[in-house]
């Protein structure tokens, strides 16, 4: 029991038994089902839209269009440019343009086929290298949605200097899916006059925020339920707030029930992905291998609407330099539309895009410098007390160090790198390699989300001593339930069966932010710690003013209470608590510390960091330019691992999906922007015949500020594993990869190159 | 057009009228009431809907209800034996192969279909009998480890 132990997962039996209930599970009388009618074009004009043939089929009970919106036509996120039903233009394939609701879900795919529309098609722009000032306008004068900088040092003056030695690339990443298992959902309901919601989703409160809008209703008559979810990794963050609205137009016209879940097929077409980028980097070290200065340049493909877009970008341009003291930088960071569908969160928020090109480009550096790829890192890794690139002093729970020895180690790095040389030298066909990298991720919203970070909980126990306890944060499969549970049971020193953790409802708990950005365990543990440490205290007071003596500590362990020469049984402690009225229920509001960035991109970017190293074998067929993946080593410093086990789940499953990013997964757009991968068989996934031997590794390196030490990485499993693939794949055959995923064809064809 | 089909479920027999084009998987959740099978894709790729049809793990939404007349299914809501959970079940909690559980019940299933016809896999084999199964969170490895011990124990 308690903070540090494998517990069993709190959600598990429901899940293993199908009991567990998802938005495709609910059934409610009188339901409808909700559709969506979406732009066949990738840019145009709405000529005309007439839905009145529609509306008179069999089973269809209403159709809406932006005509029908009662509020703002708009999807709330950041920049309000996020259009909910298309009036003039569209901006991408897939737009939705109006909801059908009908009995079932054919008839209403029935219906739309009988929508009539007239689009005036125009051009549209598809290459994100060309949008900035192209004549073909998505957004604002230049189609820039946002930039951001970080400029520390005097980057002019340092490469004056002759003796410095400079590698310089460019690195293109694509598109990722992310390929949750239960595709997008709400039900949407009318109960005590309050429009309730109940989807899968990872921000409720964004979800009541943008219908609040679109509906022109008070919050409070806008309930938001967070249904049991079926995997997110960013995918829920924003869009349930487009989903959520198509379900809910139709309930708040028709005041019936109305659910929506989308096909997998309407799911990847329509919903966001990660951002496919452009890094350039210029790196520049001295003779020893002393990185000096660094000139970074990103450039994100937003997609059609900025929705995310400024977020993402602020990771991405804070991250770009890697974990490395370098005193001198200048690294921007820009974001372009395109007419493709609006890209937004996903794992690693915009920075496995640029940890690709930087962990590259060392590997470039130390091939240059004849020096082992590990050697170059360790020599420039940060060390407690020195700076990242915005300036701010990493000292707190800074791990980087011990994760790479760790690593290192537990690898066998060198004594492997000497293996697969002899390995090497006897076979002809098969080479194998060793690839790193090392990185470092900034816990929590940053500078860039900070109105939005607070943490709160409310804690009640009942009279029988079981407890009830709400957080803001979501359950989407991470492990966040049952991390909350065991927080909770630990300040009362009991057995986590004592506690369940309650359904987010935005009528029972404070808006917290969403549940993104390494930020659950932090975020609800905050809560946590400070609502139980106020009853803690007011028990505390009852018992002196009771036992009429000072007790030094009220001690919980395993069931009982100790304070002074006393002991007693948590449950009669409780017992005794409610029957004199001591009030055994909190709620707690805080907020996490401060972070800034001026306009140079300096100041405290994030709270805290977590730090991680990855060592990945592979074995490359040459004749094919197949690659398998043997091994993987990923370290993580996570502070205080508050389950191991569940961290090790965030390891393993997030390094398979950075593997998948950096092998396989191949996201295709026709020249006219149509997505063009729709489906499992197109887009592949990692399956149980690709996963590799995994060796996960924690290091805790607890945050003095952090509820029981603990910090939050669970995107940092994914963010390095392309590039320690590719440095692996570079280590075996001697190809440069500068794009990802490295396909079979890739592979090939740079392997012909060589020749 | 409508049928009547039977059709023994978790060992319980039942008479359908249904429409020749239902899909195994509409009948199992919308008639039954088994909404522990999930729909993941609707085309074969996820295995989020695999049940099991006469030993044989299938995906429910490749199966129209008609080819499954006089068959008889297993889902995950069958698993418990004697109103516990399976040492499958069991396993499959205790070594951490369960996150959003979304893939869950199809895995589980995948796995009892490849015990019932082979108690004693090789990893290889494992691996193979859930390619079909998909599963974004875990990193799979956890569920082969709660497979292979499920053989063990036997």
Redesign the interface.
Known sequence: MGVGK?V??V????????????V??I?MSGMLHAYVFRSPVSHGVIKRLDVEKAKECEGIHGIFTWKDVPGKNIIHVIYDDQIFLAKDRVLYQGQPIAVIAAKTPEKAREAAKLIEIEIEKQTPLVDFEQSKGSDIKIYGDDNVFCSFKVKRGDIKEAIKNEDLIKVEDTYYTQHQE??????QGAIVYWENDTLTIRGSMQAPFYVQQALTEVLNMKKSRIRVIQQ??????GGKEDVPNIVCAQAAICAYHLKVPVRMVY??DEDMMTMSKRHPGRTKISLYCDKNGFFKAIKGEYLENAGAFSTLTPAVLYRGTVHLTGPYNIDNVDVIGEAVATNTVPNGAYRGFGSPQVIFAMESIIDTMAKKLNMDPVRLREINLLKPGEKTCTGQIVDDSMGMQEVFKKCVKESDYFKRKEEIEKYNEENEFYKRGLGVSTLYYGVGLGAAGKHMSRCAAVVKIDGDGSMTVSVGITE????LRTVAAQMTAEAFGVDEDLVVVSEIDTSRIMDTGPTVASRGTITAGWGIVQATGRIKKRIHKFLEKKYKERFEDVHYRDGKVYFGKNEMDFHELIDLCTSEKVRLHETALDMPPECTFDDNGQGEAYFVYAWAMNVVETKVNLLTGEVDIIKAHCCHDVGKAVNP??V??QI??????GLGYGLMENMQLSSSGSLLTR???TYT?????D?PE?IPLIVESEYSKGPYGAKGFAEQPLMGMAPALTNSIRDACDIHLKNIPATPERVYKLLMEEK | MLMYLSIKVNGKDHKLKVSTTKRLLDLLREDLKLTGTKEGCGVGECGACTVIMDGKAVNSCMVLASQANGCEIITVEGLEENGELSRLQKNFLESGAVQCGFCTPGMLMSAKALLMKNPNPTVEEIKEAIAGNLCRCTGYKQIVEAIEKTAKEK
């Open positions: 494998s069993i997962r959600d598990s039996v429901e899940k293993v038994t199908g009991r567990s209930k998802y495709e599970d059934y992310h390929a949750y298992l239960e595709p049991t979810t079926g995997g997110a990794f096909e997998r989407m499969g991470q492990g086990r569940e090790k789940g393993m499953g997030g390094s398979l999906q489906n499992f068989s996934i990692p399956t149980s015949c996963y995994f």
